[in-house]
């Protein structure tokens, strides 16, 4: 079995300050990785994924996240956070398996943009 | 494209009493899931359908909830009775074959709180 942990339930940061959310997850397989976003009032928003090859990808909202296989993390990074970015974060995981993907989710990190 | 809708977006029933949520998935899409997430809590798979078909349903609490897809559309999810540990939010989500992966969209929810 899979587990997700997020070791920071509540992240404040200032505005345009950089952030970092942390991911690690255990999986005695191969895992698709995701981290999804909770806006207020709103449901669960797919950001961003890692599903093979280049181990960081990218946001259009400027997030990014890096796969680091020995270190089995998936944090996620912002150079710059804005106002718009307070939202609820959840890392996530899935297994590489045909035709079925049941998502083993962290317990979520609150980003607080402070003006 | 219409997105994955819920309803209600909020239900508020006594202990004993039966509620039934409504998931209506993307349209085509053959997979549906049901999530709960437990106040403080990790957003927890509950089951999954296959066109009308459960796939799996290992993450069911219990036999008071009974998940439904008739005709390979909506989605029902009905607690009978309901109980205080029930409260949580709800989430549909559903995906099609994309590319070799299976992104899940997710519905907005469904608060339940069991007073």
């Known amino acids: 079995a899979q587990s997700v942990t997020q070791l920071d339930s509540q992240v404040p940061v200032f505005e345009e300050a950089p952030v970092e959310l942390r991911c690690n997850y255990s999986?005695?397989?191969?895992?698709?990785l995701f981290w999804y976003v909770q806006y207020p009032n709103q449901g669960l928003q797919l950001l961003l994924k890692y599903l093979s090859g280049s181990t960081l990808v990218e946001s259009i909202n400027g997030f990014e996240a890096e796969f680091n296989k020995s270190q089995t993390s998936f944090h996620l990074r912002k150079p710059s956070v804005h106002i718009s970015d307070t939202a609820e974060y959840f890392c996530a995981v899935s297994l590489h398996s045909g035709g079925y993907q049941k998502v083993t989710f962290g317990i979520g990190t609150k980003l607080q943009v402070i003006p | 494209e219409a997105g994955v809708t819920q309803f209600p977006s909020h239900s508020v029933i006594e202990k004993g009493q039966t509620v039934t949520l409504r998931c209506d998935p993307i349209s085509g899409h053959d997979n549906l899931y049901w999530y709960r997430r437990v106040m403080g809590k990790e957003i927890k798979f509950l089951l999954h359908?296959?066109?009308?078909?459960?796939?799996?349903e290992s993450g069911m609490p219990n036999n008071r909830f009974l998940a439904e897809r008739t005709g390979g559309t909506y989605s029902t999810l009905k607690v009978q009775p309901a109980e205080l540990e029930d409260s949580g939010v709800y989430f549909c989500?559903?995906?099609?074959?994309?590319?070799?992966?299976?992104?899940?969209?997710f519905g907005p929810g469904t608060r339940l709180t069991v007073t």
């Open positions: 359908f296959v066109k009308e078909s459960k796939q799996d």
């Open positions: 989500a559903s995906s099609r074959r994309l590319a070799g992966a299976y992104e899940q969209y």
């Open positions: 999986s005695s397989v191969s895992v698709y």
